[in-house]
Protein backbone atom coordinates (compact mmCIF):
# COMPACT_ATOMS: atom_id res chain seq x y z
CA UNK A 1 0.00 0.00 0.00
CA UNK A 2 1.50 3.32 -1.05
CA UNK A 3 2.03 6.20 1.43
CA UNK A 4 -0.06 9.61 0.95
CA UNK A 5 0.60 12.32 2.59
CA UNK A 6 -0.90 12.76 5.61
CA UNK A 7 -1.71 9.26 6.93
CA UNK A 8 1.57 7.01 8.96
CA UNK A 9 3.17 4.41 7.35
CA UNK A 10 1.32 1.20 7.88
CA UNK A 11 2.59 -2.38 9.00
CA UNK A 12 3.39 -4.68 6.31
CA UNK A 13 1.65 -7.32 8.10
CA UNK A 14 -0.91 -5.04 7.51
CA UNK A 15 -0.86 -4.19 4.07
CA UNK A 16 -0.32 -8.17 3.49
CA UNK A 17 -3.58 -8.78 5.32
CA UNK A 18 -5.66 -5.76 3.36
CA UNK A 19 -4.30 -7.08 -0.09
CA UNK A 20 -5.28 -10.56 1.12
CA UNK A 21 -9.11 -9.58 1.43
CA UNK A 22 -9.09 -7.56 -1.54
CA UNK A 23 -8.04 -10.70 -3.39
CA UNK A 24 -10.98 -13.04 -1.62
CA UNK A 25 -13.88 -10.63 -2.63
CA UNK A 26 -12.36 -8.14 -5.24
CA UNK A 27 -16.25 -6.64 -5.63
CA UNK A 28 -18.63 -6.66 -2.36
CA UNK A 29 -22.15 -5.29 -3.22
CA UNK A 30 -23.44 -2.98 -1.21
CA UNK A 31 -26.13 -3.12 1.54
CA UNK A 32 -29.62 -1.85 0.36
CA UNK A 33 -30.30 2.11 1.49
CA UNK A 34 -26.15 2.90 1.83
CA UNK A 35 -26.23 5.54 -0.71
CA UNK A 36 -29.31 7.22 1.07
CA UNK A 37 -27.65 7.27 4.03
CA UNK A 38 -24.68 8.30 2.90
CA UNK A 39 -25.86 11.70 1.20
CA UNK A 40 -27.74 12.66 4.12
CA UNK A 41 -24.24 12.09 6.22
CA UNK A 42 -22.45 14.27 4.07
CA UNK A 43 -22.92 18.42 3.99
CA UNK A 44 -24.49 20.29 1.61
CA UNK A 45 -22.52 21.74 -1.11
CA UNK A 46 -22.80 25.81 -1.50
CA UNK A 47 -24.82 27.27 -4.37
CA UNK A 48 -25.70 30.32 -5.51
CA UNK A 49 -29.58 29.30 -5.76
CA UNK A 50 -29.56 27.60 -2.17
CA UNK A 51 -27.72 30.72 -0.67
CA UNK A 52 -30.13 33.58 -2.18
CA UNK A 53 -32.89 31.36 -1.37
CA UNK A 54 -32.21 30.95 2.27
CA UNK A 55 -30.05 34.16 3.16
CA UNK A 56 -32.34 37.56 2.92
CA UNK A 57 -29.18 40.21 3.29
CA UNK A 58 -28.06 38.39 0.30
CA UNK A 59 -31.47 38.50 -1.70
CA UNK A 60 -30.90 42.78 -0.84
CA UNK A 61 -26.98 42.77 -1.50
CA UNK A 62 -27.49 40.53 -5.21
CA UNK A 63 -31.05 43.30 -5.77
CA UNK A 64 -28.92 46.87 -5.47
CA UNK A 65 -26.10 45.64 -7.22
CA UNK A 66 -28.35 45.01 -10.05
CA UNK A 67 -29.75 48.36 -9.72
CA UNK A 68 -26.75 50.20 -9.91
CA UNK A 69 -25.30 48.20 -13.02
CA UNK A 70 -28.36 48.61 -14.56
CA UNK A 71 -28.37 52.45 -13.89
CA UNK A 72 -24.82 53.04 -15.41
CA UNK A 73 -26.16 52.97 -19.26
CA UNK A 74 -29.68 54.72 -18.50
CA UNK A 75 -27.59 57.39 -16.78
CA UNK A 76 -25.26 57.82 -19.81
CA UNK A 77 -28.12 57.40 -22.30
CA UNK A 78 -29.55 60.75 -20.14
CA UNK A 79 -26.30 62.71 -19.96
CA UNK A 80 -26.24 62.12 -23.83
CA UNK A 81 -29.57 63.33 -24.70
CA UNK A 82 -29.31 66.18 -22.05
CA UNK A 83 -28.35 69.63 -23.29
CA UNK A 84 -24.93 70.78 -24.03
CA UNK A 85 -22.52 72.18 -22.13
CA UNK A 86 -21.72 75.97 -22.25
CA UNK A 87 -18.35 76.34 -24.25
CA UNK A 88 -15.46 77.92 -21.31
CA UNK A 89 -14.44 81.03 -21.85
CA UNK A 90 -11.17 81.80 -24.56
CA UNK A 91 -8.48 82.64 -22.01
CA UNK A 92 -5.62 84.59 -23.16
CA UNK A 93 -3.04 86.81 -22.48
CA UNK A 94 -1.93 90.33 -23.88
CA UNK A 95 2.14 90.46 -23.58
CA UNK A 96 2.75 93.95 -21.74
CA UNK A 97 5.53 96.32 -23.07
CA UNK A 98 9.05 95.75 -22.30
CA UNK A 99 10.38 98.64 -19.96
CA UNK A 100 11.70 101.46 -21.12
CA UNK A 101 15.60 101.49 -19.93
CA UNK A 102 17.19 104.86 -20.54
CA UNK A 103 21.11 104.91 -20.83
CA UNK A 104 22.97 108.55 -19.81
CA UNK A 105 22.68 110.50 -22.28
CA UNK A 106 19.49 109.51 -23.85
CA UNK A 107 16.13 112.53 -24.82
CA UNK A 108 13.92 112.08 -22.46
CA UNK A 109 11.94 115.01 -23.29
CA UNK A 110 8.74 113.04 -23.51
CA UNK A 111 8.76 111.73 -20.38
CA UNK A 112 6.12 113.14 -18.06
CA UNK A 113 7.04 113.16 -14.24
CA UNK A 114 4.16 112.97 -11.71
CA UNK A 115 4.72 115.51 -8.52
CA UNK A 116 4.68 113.29 -5.36
CA UNK A 117 1.78 112.80 -3.36
CA UNK A 118 3.41 113.61 0.26
CA UNK A 119 4.80 116.59 0.67
CA UNK A 120 9.28 116.59 0.89
CA UNK A 121 10.42 115.71 4.04
CA UNK A 122 12.71 118.94 4.08
CA UNK A 123 9.48 120.73 3.98
CA UNK A 124 8.05 119.50 6.91
CA UNK A 125 10.83 118.74 8.98
CA UNK A 126 11.68 122.65 9.02
CA UNK A 127 12.81 124.67 12.16
CA UNK A 128 9.21 125.15 13.25
CA UNK A 129 9.00 120.93 13.44
CA UNK A 130 12.18 120.94 15.25
CA UNK A 131 10.98 123.98 17.87
CA UNK A 132 7.83 122.23 18.61
CA UNK A 133 9.39 118.70 18.97
CA UNK A 134 11.78 120.30 21.79
CA UNK A 135 8.61 122.01 23.64
CA UNK A 136 6.86 118.70 23.91
CA UNK A 137 10.15 116.59 25.45
CA UNK A 138 10.85 119.08 28.03
CA UNK A 139 6.89 118.90 28.53
CA UNK A 140 7.26 115.14 28.90
CA UNK A 141 9.88 115.23 30.99
CA UNK A 142 8.34 117.55 33.16
CA UNK A 143 5.07 115.57 33.64
CA UNK A 144 7.69 112.59 34.46
CA UNK A 145 9.00 114.58 37.00
CA UNK A 146 5.85 115.92 38.19
CA UNK A 147 4.12 112.42 38.40
CA UNK A 148 7.36 111.37 40.88
CA UNK A 149 7.12 114.09 43.15
CA UNK A 150 3.34 114.71 43.44
CA UNK A 151 1.04 114.09 45.58
CA UNK A 152 3.02 114.15 48.67
CA UNK A 153 2.29 111.57 51.30
CA UNK A 154 2.36 113.77 54.01
CA UNK A 155 -0.25 116.27 52.68
CA UNK A 156 -3.44 115.12 54.03
CA UNK A 157 -5.03 118.16 53.03
CA UNK A 158 -8.77 118.12 52.96
CA UNK A 159 -11.06 119.29 49.98
CA UNK A 160 -12.27 122.34 51.90
CA UNK A 161 -9.08 123.41 52.98
CA UNK A 162 -8.31 123.92 49.02
CA UNK A 163 -8.65 128.07 48.57
CA UNK A 164 -11.08 128.88 45.86
CA UNK A 165 -10.36 129.27 41.90
CA UNK A 166 -7.97 128.16 39.30
CA UNK A 167 -5.32 128.16 42.64
CA UNK A 168 -7.26 125.27 44.71
CA UNK A 169 -7.59 123.50 41.49
CA UNK A 170 -3.62 123.27 41.00
CA UNK A 171 -2.94 122.66 44.47
CA UNK A 172 -5.64 119.55 44.34
CA UNK A 173 -4.16 118.25 41.32
CA UNK A 174 -1.18 117.89 43.20
CA UNK A 175 -2.84 116.91 46.35
CA UNK A 176 -4.82 113.92 44.45
CA UNK A 177 -7.75 114.78 45.36
CA UNK A 178 -8.79 116.56 41.82
CA UNK A 179 -8.06 114.62 38.71
CA UNK A 180 -6.87 115.65 35.70
CA UNK A 181 -9.70 114.91 33.51
CA UNK A 182 -12.31 117.00 35.80
CA UNK A 183 -10.13 120.18 35.06
CA UNK A 184 -11.36 121.96 31.71
CA UNK A 185 -9.06 122.37 28.81
CA UNK A 186 -8.20 126.24 28.65
CA UNK A 187 -10.48 127.06 25.60
CA UNK A 188 -9.46 131.05 25.10
CA UNK A 189 -5.42 131.20 25.36
CA UNK A 190 -5.90 134.60 24.34
CA UNK A 191 -7.65 136.24 27.10
CA UNK A 192 -6.21 133.96 30.19
CA UNK A 193 -4.88 135.47 33.43
CA UNK A 194 -1.54 134.17 34.45
CA UNK A 195 -2.73 131.73 37.31
CA UNK A 196 -5.00 130.24 34.47
CA UNK A 197 -2.13 129.45 32.20
CA UNK A 198 -0.67 128.21 35.21
CA UNK A 199 -3.48 125.82 36.34
CA UNK A 200 -3.32 124.30 32.14
CA UNK A 201 0.17 123.68 32.28
CA UNK A 202 -0.54 121.42 35.61
CA UNK A 203 -3.62 119.97 34.22
CA UNK A 204 -1.27 118.71 30.80
CA UNK A 205 1.77 117.51 33.72
CA UNK A 206 -0.66 115.62 35.73
CA UNK A 207 -2.07 113.93 32.48
CA UNK A 208 -1.24 110.83 31.10
CA UNK A 209 -1.22 112.94 27.33
CA UNK A 210 0.65 116.08 26.66
CA UNK A 211 0.64 117.90 23.26
CA UNK A 212 2.77 120.73 22.41
CA UNK A 213 1.39 124.28 23.48
CA UNK A 214 -0.13 126.18 20.02
CA UNK A 215 0.94 129.54 19.36
CA UNK A 216 -2.07 131.29 20.63
CA UNK A 217 -0.71 130.03 24.35
CA UNK A 218 2.49 131.33 23.23
CA UNK A 219 2.06 134.24 22.39
CA UNK A 220 -0.20 135.32 25.65
CA UNK A 221 2.67 133.32 28.02
CA UNK A 222 5.03 136.06 26.44
CA UNK A 223 3.09 138.92 26.40
CA UNK A 224 2.04 138.82 30.06
CA UNK A 225 5.68 137.54 31.11
CA UNK A 226 6.28 141.26 29.76
CA UNK A 227 3.49 143.39 30.41
CA UNK A 228 3.32 142.11 34.12
CA UNK A 229 6.59 141.11 35.81
CA UNK A 230 4.19 140.75 39.47
CA UNK A 231 2.72 137.34 37.25
CA UNK A 232 6.20 135.57 36.34
CA UNK A 233 6.29 133.20 39.26
CA UNK A 234 3.33 132.00 37.60
CA UNK A 235 4.64 131.54 34.41
CA UNK A 236 8.28 130.80 34.67
CA UNK A 237 7.15 126.90 34.20
CA UNK A 238 6.22 127.95 30.63
CA UNK A 239 8.69 129.76 29.92
CA UNK A 240 10.77 127.08 30.48
CA UNK A 241 8.98 124.82 28.29
CA UNK A 242 8.40 126.82 25.35
CA UNK A 243 12.30 128.00 25.19
CA UNK A 244 14.52 125.93 27.50
CA UNK A 245 15.59 128.91 29.65
CA UNK A 246 15.47 128.97 33.61
CA UNK A 247 14.64 132.72 34.36
CA UNK A 248 15.41 133.19 38.01
CA UNK A 249 11.59 133.26 38.47
CA UNK A 250 11.67 129.62 38.11
CA UNK A 251 13.04 128.99 41.21
CA UNK A 252 11.07 131.58 42.96
CA UNK A 253 7.83 130.37 45.38
CA UNK A 254 4.40 130.79 43.72
CA UNK A 255 2.38 133.92 45.62
CA UNK A 256 0.52 131.06 47.12
CA UNK A 257 -2.57 132.18 49.65
CA UNK A 258 -1.94 132.28 53.40
CA UNK A 259 -1.62 128.57 54.83
CA UNK A 260 -4.78 127.15 55.81
CA UNK A 261 -5.31 124.62 58.12
CA UNK A 262 -3.88 120.74 57.16
CA UNK A 263 -2.08 122.49 54.53
CA UNK A 264 1.34 122.81 53.93
CA UNK A 265 2.37 124.97 50.85
CA UNK A 266 5.51 124.66 51.03
CA UNK A 267 5.34 120.73 50.42
CA UNK A 268 3.21 121.71 47.66
CA UNK A 269 5.89 123.99 46.23
CA UNK A 270 8.58 122.27 44.67
CA UNK A 271 9.66 124.27 41.59
CA UNK A 272 13.73 123.21 42.01
CA UNK A 273 12.58 119.83 41.72
CA UNK A 274 9.84 119.74 39.07
CA UNK A 275 11.98 121.51 36.20
CA UNK A 276 15.22 119.26 35.74
CA UNK A 277 17.95 120.85 34.27
CA UNK A 278 18.87 121.04 30.17
Known amino acids: MKDRPGFPIEDPELAALAEELRAAWPDPPLSPGFLTRLEAELPARWTWRRALRQNRLLRTAAALLVTAAASVPVM ?9 RPAP ?14 AAGDDVAGLELEPPTSPDPAEVLDRSWI ?5 LNRLRRASFR ?3 IFPPADAGAPADALPAGPIGTGLGLRL ?7 VPVLAAPSAASAVDLWLELERRLA ?14 VRRLWNDRPGDRPWLAGW ?3 LDGRRPPELAAPLPLPPAASGVSWTVLDRRPDLWPAD
Open 89 to 102: PPISFEPAPAPIVL
Open 207 to 220: GEDQDTPGPDLADR
Open 176 to 182: GLVRPEE
Open 131 to 135: VALDR
Open 76 to 84: AVVSLLGGR
Open 146 to 148: WHR
Open 239 to 241: IWI
